[in-house]
């Protein structure tokens, strides 16, 4: 099956308050335009330089997410374009985003990846350190990001049970916390799902999906 095929398939059991981020991380441009000719206009990378000669070379009216951990010392070269930033797990890189997005004035949003699978290896912030975050005074000089949700990776398993059971986790946390509200604390999105478990996640009150291979082919 094609890409259009693929992403056809998602998309017609989409529920209206889910968006589909096309994970195009390793895939050559000339894919990337054949999901956009397709439709597709929301399309997410991992690794810094990939996504800056990506978004050099493809149509404008794409929105690029970032959608891996990202070094500090890299968030200057996606801070002209950049849609949103997945995984944010530290005040440091959202000082160093709140800075390039100051320089490019612009607002860039942002959302928090909270750790909820098994593994260590995960990078996240746990509710607490999370919590603390958002009600952090430094937080409110940053008024060139905005933070828009909260991000997470299921535990990579084929017990969907497990899956699921951390999917509720994510959820219950974001209800809590969806009441801070600042001027750039508006917490809406919850980025839960990849190709394997991106119903599960739906179901469990995802409202963006991140999928990859489902669309693009393995990997
Ligand atoms: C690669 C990646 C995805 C997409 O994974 P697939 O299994 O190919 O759908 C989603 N989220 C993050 C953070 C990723 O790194």
């Known amino acids: 099956m094609g890409i259009k095929e693929n992403l056809d398939n998602i998309i017609k059991e989409l529920p209206a308050n889910v968006k589909l981020v096309a994970v195009s991380k390793t895939k050559p441009v000339g894919d990337i335009l054949e999901a956009y000719l397709a439709g597709q206009r ?12 990506k978004q050099a070379q493809l149509p404008k009216d794409i929105q690029w997410h970032a959608i891996g951990h990202i070094q500090t010392n890299k968030v200057k070269y996606i801070a002209s374009f950049v849609s949103l930033i997945h995984a944010v797990d530290s005040l440091k890189l959202l000082l160093e985003i709140n ?3 100051a320089k490019n004035n612009r607002v860039i949003e942002c959302m928090l990846q909270i750790h909820i699978a098994e593994e260590e290896t995960k990078f996240g912030l746990d509710f607490n350190e999370c919590e603390t975050l958002l009600k952090s005074n430094e937080l409110e000089e940053l008024f060139n990001i905005k933070i828009v949700g909260l991000m997470g990776m299921a535990t990579n398993t084929d017990n969907s049970n497990q899956i699921r059971k951390e999917f509720k986790i994510l959820k219950s946390f974001f209800d809590k916390i969806k009441s801070v509200s600042k001027s750039n604390i508006q917490i809406t999105e919850l980025s839960m799902g990849m190709s394997g478990d991106y119903k599960i996640a739906i179901e469990e009150g995802s409202t963006m999906i991140r999928v990859g291979s489902l669309i693009f082919g393995s990997r």
């Open 99 to 101: 800075k390039q997005a």
């Open 42 to 53: 929301i399309f997410g990378e991992n690794y810094i330089q990939e996504l800056t000669e």
